[in-house]
């Protein structure tokens, strides 16, 4: 029989996909123009790019998703009875992708007959189709909205629903892939939408030993190399590039210091590359590198004042058993 979803609500509001074509000409345009030449890691995830980030999330070296659903997992019961201690709430879950964490606690509070709704937010329509489809399956008995558009455009859906109570979901570290200033701004737009009794959930990666950061951003069998070269292949098949791929290569650094891992790709051989949808050449020098993306590691104190520069304060640390990645659950201040 075939199933009936709720309408989407698409954010994006594009007629075509001319206005993300033009934008994203201009950000690698821009990027590349650079004396440090710079891609934005969000464009990372197109259907090929979703696809391997699957993969890493599989992968040994990748600890960050075990151990978030093993966080989840053990705390699911609690985390549920937070959630619905004030009645009626939204849960929206912004970038669900394919919400396999998400569901532990969505069966926990179908379990405890706890009543809200869930509003899923991707980028990813086709994702959305598919978990709106899959949560009919498995659990009919919640209902859902997906939402199809970026954190930012979430933002509205939020600012239309500004009276009514809210559980925020930013899980699996996402927030480590802004920039600190992006950060604050972001968290603090969801907070200007949250009123008291509303809570954010946030899965932080915390600081631990280099070595197994580094792997997890490296790993043996070459798939995290693969995902970030995966841009330029991207560029090539969406924007008319000529990057020859196989002459460039992976290249992943931590600095403990700072707790940032950042990931490039670099060039191996002095080249020219032309992308005509940005009516321009970019020139490499052998070895050049182009900086691709930066992941977060955070101490608590860290998390503990993002969260109160925001208009934040923690309510309760959930960490998993090596005390490697913690969800932190917020309440508005
Ligand atoms: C989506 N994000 C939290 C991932 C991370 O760990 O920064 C993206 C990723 N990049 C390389 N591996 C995974």
Redo the contacts with the bound molecule.
């Keep these: 029989m075939p199933l009936t979803l709720a309408p989407m609500i698409e954010l994006s509001r594009k007629q075509d996909g001319s206005q993300d074509t033009a934008a994203f000409a201009r950000d690698v345009a821009d990027g590349l123009s650079q004396q440090q030449k710079t891609l934005p890691s969000r464009y990372f995830y197109d259907g090929a790019g979703s696809r391997l980030?699957q993969q890493?999330m599989d992968l040994p070296e990748?600890y960050?998703t075990r151990s978030e659903f093993e966080v989840l997992t053990n705390n699911r019961q609690t985390m549920a009875e937070h959630f619905a201690r004030e009645g009626f709430f939204h849960l929206i879950d912004l970038g669900a992708g394919d919400a396999l964490k998400t569901k532990i606690l969505l069966r926990e509070l179908a379990r405890q007959q706890s009543v809200f709704d869930y509003v899923p937010v991707d980028i990813s329509g086709d994702a959305m189709l598919e978990l709106s489809s899959s949560l009919q399956e498995e659990l009919p008995e919640v209902k859902v909205e997906a939402v199809v558009g970026e954190y930012f455009q979430a933002l509205e859906w939020l600012q239309e629903h500004k009276a009514e109570r809210k559980v925020v979901l930013f899980l699996?570290?996402?927030i480590?892939?802004f920039e600190y200033q992006e950060s604050l701004e972001f968290l603090g737009s969801v907070r200007s939408y949250l009123q008291a009794g509303d809570r954010l959930l946030m899965g932080v990666?915390l600081r631990k030993n280099p070595d197994v950061i580094l792997n997890a951003?490296d790993d043996a069998a070459g798939v995290?190399a693969a995902?970030n070269l995966n841009l330029l292949h991207r560029i090539n098949r969406e924007l008319g590039g000529d990057f020859k791929v196989e002459q460039f290569c992976h290249h992943a650094i931590y600095n403990p210091l700072e707790g940032v891992m950042r990931?490039f790709l670099v060039s191996k051989v002095e080249q020219q590359v032309q992308i005509r949808e940005t009516g321009k050449t970019f020139s490499f020098e052998a070895w050049e590198a182009i900086h691709t993306?930066n992941?977060h590691k955070y101490t608590l104190r860290q998390v503990e004042e993002l969260g109160s520069a925001c208009g934040f304060k923690v309510e309760t640390v959930f960490y998993d058993s090596q005390r490697g990645f913690a969800d932190v659950l917020f309440t508005v201040s």
Excluded: H, P
């Design positions: 980030f890493i990748y960050l699996g570290s996402n480590g892939n990666d951003y995290t995902f990931s993306e992941s």
